[in-house]
């Protein structure tokens, strides 16, 4: 067993989609970790805040819809309808639950979401056995073990290798195709737990990991991980190869493309990740492993965060002074405001943040209060607030090796008379964040696009087999460097 697929919910939204994913598992026994249809873990979000507003007839219409939906799937894939009634049948009762008591929290939220995870594998295991073959339906609440983090868990390492192993042995052994829920796993006290939106990502690459597969394929409906973003940028290309550092990188940026999580397993266990496109099969579109060549190119792609503001921490009484800057973090920590962008000056007389824009107000007053004294006393002169801001950032470890490259970004944007409102580059050099007033944004992007020639489309590598894939020409090995494990610093 070398491959883990996985399906992204917009692989399954319809019955040809269905048995295209099972077509593309090509055959013998194999993997599959499934996301929900397209739609559904959305759907059943809205359930539940009509549920906590107590809207019993929009709960009811929109539970109904969600049944409707995978009813005709199943009809189109021979899958056992009443299986789909049986699992929505908690969730009604859950929803009915929040409706009478008005009460919800992250671990009912999660036992909910679950379901559509659970709804898909059963669509696909389906789909899998109308083209001739034998599988299973595996829920990894029952054996894949999180921490107890609502909403975000995080597979406990170590303790899924034995697990997953033990409950997929039996079913590789014999023949059988394991289909797996994404995005789900099991509490310490065996709930149910969700790890974020994009999880399944997550669930491949730790399954990949625990199988010693070598390859996790996500298949998606686009063709990879892209320069930027073809909405703004409109000669986005294909990202043909990535570092996992890169990659993990770019997961922070608005798409759902990849779980941000997803390359800490892959990086440690050495799998090659591929994010495919369903619908084409001989596009291999982008291989993210663990290599790197100076031949690359420095920056590989063009992200942005818009609807920021920026906050900034300004007085020269707090030079030298130590645990201001904890000070500010703990008070944003507490009020529940996390920050995109965190610059300080040498001379420590200001520090700027840029948080989401919904945050702002809440986030400075939390900051204001917890230096009273100090704004008081003139030490600190003032937060303050600019809304309308944005955040481009421009991301590739290549720029560790390239010097100039902050140099061309600033002066490409100056040339477009774009004014920088502040700026950041951690000191692993993979990328360059540039806040922006919020009109500039699309224009940056368009223009670093440009200036760091990502429009010009990298050779693909060959696919010799469906999923399998020699490598382009490249750099001899000897161009190779090492670069640091994924997990410290890619925030
Ligand atoms: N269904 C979840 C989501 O929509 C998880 C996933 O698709 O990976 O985010
Ligand atoms: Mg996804």
Redesign the pocket.
């Known amino acids: 067993m070398t491959t883990v697929h996985k399906f ?2 917009t692989c399954l939204s319809q019955s040809a989609g269905l048995v295209l994913a099972a077509q593309r598992i090509g055959a013998g026994p194999a993997v599959v970790v499934c ?2 249809v ?1 739609g ?3 759907a059943l979000t809205a359930v539940i805040e009509a549920a906590s507003r107590g809207e019993r007839d929009r709960v009811d219409s929109r539970l109904d819809r969600i049944a409707e939906r995978h009813h005709a799937l199943a009809e189109a894939v021979d899958a056992d309808a009443d299986r789909v009634s049986q699992l929505l049948a908690p969730v009604r009762s859950l929803a009915t639950a929040i409706v009478e008591t008005g009460l919800v929290d992250p671990r009912l939220t999660d036992r909910i ?1 679950a379901t ?2 659970k709804l898909a594998a059963h669509l696909v295991a389906a789909a899998v056995r109308s083209g001739g073959r034998e599988a299973s339906v595996h829920h990894a609440d029952t054996f894949l073990p999180t921490d107890a983090q609502f909403g975000a868990a995080t597979p406990i390492r170590g303790i899924t290798d034995r697990t997953v192993s033990a409950a997929l042995t039996e079913d590789l052994v014999a023949g059988r195709t394991a289909v797996i829920t ?2 789900i796993g099991r509490a310490p006290d065996g709930a149910t737990t ?8 997550l ?1 491949a690459t730790v399954v990949a990991a625990a199988l010693g597969a070598e390859r996790v394929i996500l298949w998606t409906d686009t063709r990879g991980l892209l320069t930027g973003d073809p909405a703004v940028v409109a000669d986005a290309q294909v990202i043909r190869h990535a570092h996992y550092r890169e990659a993990a990188e770019m997961s922070f940026y608005g798409t ?1 493309l990849l ?1 941000p999580r997803a390359m800490i397993p892959a990086q440690a266990a050495g799998l090659s990740v591929h994010v495919r496109s369903m619908d084409d099969p001989l596009d291999p579109g982008t291989v993210v492993d663990g290599q790197f060549s100076r031949a690359e190119l420095p920056v590989k792609a063009v992200r942005a965060i818009p609807e920021q503001a920026l906050l900034s921490v300004e007085g020269k009484g707090m030079a030298g002074v130590i645990g201001v800057s904890g000070r500010v973090f703990r008070a944003l920590a507490d009020e529940g405001v996390s920050a995109t962008m965190i610059s300080q000056t040498g001379s420590e007389a200001s520090i700027c943040l840029a948080v989401d824009k919904r945050t702002a107000e809440s986030g400075a007053s939390a900051v204001k209060r917890a230096f009273r004294p100090e704004l008081s006393r003139g030490e600190i002169e003032e937060v303050a607030v600019r809304r309308h801001a944005g955040l481009v950032a421009i991301v590739g470890l290549g720029m560790a090796h390239t010097p100039g490259v902050a140099a061309r970004a600033l002066t490409t944007l100056s040339d477009a008379g774009i004014n920088i409102l502040a700026l950041a580059q951690g000191s692993s050099e993979l990328n360059i964040t540039i806040a922006v007033d919020e009109h500039d944004v699309d224009e940056a992007q368009r223009r670093l696009h440009a200036a760091f020639d990502l429009g010009e489309a990298a050779p693909a590598r060959a696919v010799t087999e469906a999923g399998a894939k020699t490598r382009a020409p490249g750099p001899p090995p000897s161009a190779a460097v090492n670069v640091a494990p994924v997990a410290s610093d890619s925030r």
């Not at 969700?194 to 990502?201: E, I, L, N, P, Q």
């Open positions: 992204d919910g996301s929900a397209s559904t873990t959305d979401l559509g995870e994404g995005f969700t790890m974020g939106r994009s999880g399944s990502d669930t759902r779980h």
